[in-house]
């Protein structure tokens, strides 16, 4: 599970350690042409938009007092076409920013699910789904406006910002100097309300995530049937009400905290122009006045100096609560991949995989508890075999299953296919190497075809209905109204616990791996459907490896080796027959069964 974090302190300590200005400019690095050229644009919109103001001074100051209309029509034409200008030039700048804006966001959301993909699943057990949701969809969206109307916003405020204050000093320094002494007082303002609305903003995120996953799992079907069954959903109500009001007083506390030490820039913003004037009044005495036309044009200045100025230190107060999601992507992206591919892996074509299975001196313990779930496990599976895997619960079968698939990695020891350390081979060669069905299939939300072609995208009509004939599922898949072209549903709860597991197991039947490994495949079949299945797996089994991991030990009687584990070591091996006699371990399953 993901550590909560309620500290200030807490929150610095993750952001400093996964986000840094450099990790966060290099998303943009690869749009910095592009970028560049939006700069320019913005730089040059803003110099077209000081234009006005000087037209404007050259109005009061000369064509006006002089009566000159010819003067006065080329100031105010000027004025209109810097305005009319500046306008096209912004909405240039914006179109190219959005493009650019979406396209790193599509790099960062690809980024993110590629790297997830590539996690063990030791990340995935102890992480809740809604969670990773909230942070490729929720955290991600929340950066939209940074990346797309934020960072042209800023930039945008920023050059207008920087080309004022130039033009102010231009106009009068006196009055410049007078003007620019808010600057700092309001710098430091701002970046003490974006620091504490910053942690805020994390907070505020995990209780998104935790009301995500609280929808994902209580509004599936599984979640209903459960809520429905043990009466508890006014119960699954009331705490996501108190989720809801959680995130509700976070929303409230982000958005106002410190609004009272931001209300004194506004204030200072909003009598700056009456001090200007007054400022301007006392100039009127000294050796150097400042003519009228100065102080209109000083004003009219000022007005394009303090929207944008106070748009700077909006967005940058903004900004700082971005960082706050970079915090919580970047800590996924920096999850250590534990299960890598070789630089220049093994690759073995299909038309020469044999099938082979050896594993050697096996060790492996579960890290989040220290548990050891096998230890020093040697076996030997020739090709085309039929081996058995059974033990008691606990015992290590499962755990067995998922080191051949890779999804953990051994800690010690070696598992090889056809005498090529697992570690080696490309998982490209593994997936068509090893097919797997598992005792809880997982079925997409698309029609029948379309799951089973998840398998092999390629396949015929004729193969899907040749794997489904094996898989004992075909006759049920042309019982439906619409047949292969059946909707599954969430979960594929449209269909029961055997047929799913039909299907997955025809599924993985269409790729036609030499090794088939079935963890508990057939528990949820009846004992007809099983006898079935079985005789069709005898046949499809000719040429090909099959490991069953079994509970039930009718399926395995036919096995050319069962192997049995206890407390995640081999306690026994043999046929069927070897292992009843022998008086063990399993001769006592056989007798609870």
Request: hydrophobic share 45%; glycine share 8%; charged share 20%.
């Given at each position: 599970?993901n550590?909560e974090l309620?500290?200030p302190?807490?929150?610095a300590?993750l952001?400093s350690?996964?986000v840094s200005?450099?990790?966060?400019l290099s998303?943009?690095?690869p749009y910095r042409?592009?970028i560049g050229?939006?700069?320019?644009l913005m730089v040059?919109a803003?110099?077209?938009?000081?234009?006005?103001?000087?037209?404007?001074?050259?109005?009061?100051?000369?064509?006006?007092?002089q009566?000159?209309l010819?003067q006065?029509?080329?100031?105010?034409?000027?004025?209109v076409?810097?305005?009319l200008?500046?306008?096209?030039i912004g909405a240039?700048?914006?179109?190219?920013?959005?493009r650019?804006?979406?396209a790193?966001?599509?790099?960062?959301?690809?980024r993110l699910?590629s790297?997830?993909q590539s996690?063990s699943?030791r990340?995935?057990?102890?992480?809740?789904?809604g969670?990773v949701q909230s942070?490729i969809a929720g955290?991600i969206?929340?950066?939209?406006?940074l990346?797309t109307?934020?960072?042209?916003?800023?930039?945008?405020?920023?050059?207008a910002v920087?080309?004022?204050?130039?033009?102010i000093?231009?106009?009068?320094?006196?009055?410049?100097?007078?003007v620019?002494?808010?600057v700092?007082g309001?710098?430091?303002i701002?970046?003490?309300?974006?620091?504490?609305?910053?942690?805020?903003t994390?907070?505020?995120?995990?209780?998104?995530?935790?009301?995500?996953?609280?929808?994902q799992e209580?509004?599936?079907?599984s979640g209903?049937?459960?809520?429905?069954?043990?009466g508890r959903?006014?119960?699954?109500?009331?705490?996501?009400?108190?989720l809801?009001?959680d995130?509700?007083?976070?929303?409230?506390?982000?958005?106002t905290?410190?609004?009272?030490?931001?209300?004194?820039?506004?204030?200072?913003l909003?009598?700056?122009?009456?001090?200007?004037l007054l400022?301007?009044g006392l100039l009127m005495?000294?050796?150097?006045?400042?003519t009228?036309?100065?102080?209109?044009?000083?004003?009219a200045l000022q007005?394009q100096?303090?929207?944008?100025?106070e748009?700077?230190?909006?967005?940058?107060?903004?900004?700082?609560k971005?960082?706050?999601?970079?915090?919580?992507?970047?800590?996924?992206?920096?999850?250590?991949?534990e299960i890598?591919?070789?630089?220049?892996?093994?690759?073995?074509?299909?038309?020469?995989?044999?099938?082979?299975?050896r594993?050697?001196?096996?060790c492996f313990a579960y890290?989040?508890?220290?548990r050891q779930?096998l230890?020093?496990?040697?076996l030997?599976?020739?090709?085309?075999?039929?081996v058995a895997?059974?033990?008691?619960?606990?015992?290590g079968k499962?755990?067995?299953?998922?080191?051949?698939?890779?999804?953990?990695d051994v800690?010690?020891?070696?598992?090889?296919?056809?005498d090529v350390?697992?570690?080696?081979?490309s998982f490209?060669t593994?997936?068509?190497?090893l097919g797997?069905?598992?005792q809880?299939?997982?079925l997409l939300h698309?029609?029948v075809?379309?799951n089973?072609?998840?398998?092999?995208?390629?396949?015929?009509d004729?193969?899907?209905?040749?794997?489904?004939?094996i898989?004992?599922i075909?006759s049920?898949?042309?019982?439906?109204?619409?047949?292969y072209?059946m909707?599954?549903?969430?979960?594929?709860y449209?269909?029961?616990g055997?047929?799913?597991?039909?299907?997955?197991?025809?599924r993985t039947i269409?790729?036609?791996?030499?090794?088939?490994?079935?963890d508990e495949?057939?528990?949820?079949?009846?004992?007809r459907?099983?006898?079935?299945?079985?005789?069709?797996?005898e046949g499809?089994?000719?040429g090909?490896?099959t490991i069953?991991i079994?509970h039930?030990?009718?399926?395995v009687?036919?096995?050319?080796q069962?192997?049995?584990?206890q407390?995640?070591?081999?306690?026994?091996?043999g046929?069927?027959?070897?292992?009843?006699?022998?008086?063990?371990?399993?001769a006592?399953?056989?007798?609870?069964?």
């Amino acid at each position: 599970m993901n550590r909560e974090l309620t500290e200030p302190d807490d929150y610095a300590d993750l952001a400093s350690q996964h986000v840094s200005l450099r990790r966060v400019l290099s998303l943009f690095l690869p749009y910095r042409t592009r970028i560049g050229g939006v700069v320019l644009l913005m730089v040059l919109a803003s110099a077209v938009g000081l234009l006005g103001p000087f037209l404007l001074r050259s109005i009061i100051d000369s064509a006006l007092p002089q009566h000159d209309l010819g003067q006065l029509i080329w100031l105010v034409s000027g004025m209109v076409t810097a305005a009319l200008v500046s306008a096209g030039i912004g909405a240039l700048q914006v179109i190219i920013s959005s493009r650019i804006g979406q396209a790193i966001l599509h790099d960062l959301r690809v980024r993110l699910y590629s790297h997830l993909q590539s996690l063990s699943l030791r990340f995935f057990i102890g992480t809740r789904v809604g969670e990773v949701q909230s942070r490729i969809a929720g955290d991600i969206a929340g950066l939209q406006s940074l990346v797309t109307e934020t960072a042209n916003e800023l930039g945008r405020s920023l050059s207008a910002v920087i080309m004022t204050a130039v033009a102010i000093v231009l106009l009068d320094w006196r009055l410049a100097l007078f003007v620019l002494l808010i600057v700092p007082g309001s710098v430091l303002i701002s970046a003490r309300v974006a620091q504490i609305r910053e942690a805020l903003t994390y907070e505020q995120q995990a209780r998104v995530a935790d009301m995500s996953a609280t929808v994902q799992e209580t509004l599936s079907a599984s979640g209903i049937i459960l809520a429905r069954t043990m009466g508890r959903g006014s119960h699954l109500t009331q705490r996501f009400a108190r989720l809801s009001k959680d995130l509700a007083r976070l929303e409230v506390r982000s958005h106002t905290a410190g609004e009272w030490q931001w209300s004194l820039i506004s204030f200072a913003l909003a009598v700056l122009p009456a001090m200007t004037l007054l400022a301007g009044g006392l100039l009127m005495h000294t050796d150097t006045p400042a003519t009228i036309g100065t102080l209109v044009a000083m004003i009219a200045l000022q007005e394009q100096l303090l929207w944008p100025f106070e748009q700077v230190l909006e967005i940058g107060r903004d900004m700082r609560k971005t960082r706050a999601l970079f915090a919580r992507i970047f800590e996924y992206l920096d999850k250590p991949v534990e299960i890598t591919e070789r630089l220049n892996p093994v690759i073995i074509p299909r038309s020469v995989m044999r099938g082979e299975v050896r594993l050697e001196n096996v060790c492996f313990a579960y890290r989040d508890d220290g548990r050891q779930a096998l230890h020093d496990i040697s076996l030997t599976i020739p090709a085309g075999s039929r081996v058995a895997i059974v033990g008691p619960t606990g015992s290590g079968k499962t755990t067995l299953g998922y080191l051949l698939a890779r999804l953990y990695d051994v800690d010690s020891g070696a598992v090889l296919f056809d005498d090529v350390n697992l570690r080696d081979l490309s998982f490209d060669t593994l997936s068509q190497m090893l097919g797997v069905v598992s005792q809880e299939p997982y079925l997409l939300h698309a029609s029948v075809a379309e799951n089973l072609r998840f398998a092999k995208p390629e396949a015929t009509d004729k193969e899907l209905i040749a794997a489904a004939r094996i898989a004992q599922i075909h006759s049920h898949i042309a019982s439906l109204a619409e047949g292969y072209d059946m909707l599954v549903g969430e979960g594929g709860y449209r269909f029961s616990g055997g047929e799913k597991q039909r299907l997955a197991l025809a599924r993985t039947i269409l790729r036609d791996p030499p090794v088939l490994l079935l963890d508990e495949a057939t528990s949820a079949l009846d004992t007809r459907t099983e006898r079935a299945m079985s005789l069709a797996l005898e046949g499809m089994s000719k040429g090909r490896t099959t490991i069953t991991i079994a509970h039930r030990l009718s399926t395995v009687r036919h096995a050319d080796q069962i192997v049995v584990l206890q407390a995640g070591r081999i306690v026994e091996r043999g046929t069927h027959d070897e292992l009843a006699e022998l008086g063990g371990l399993y001769a006592n399953l056989l007798r609870e069964a």
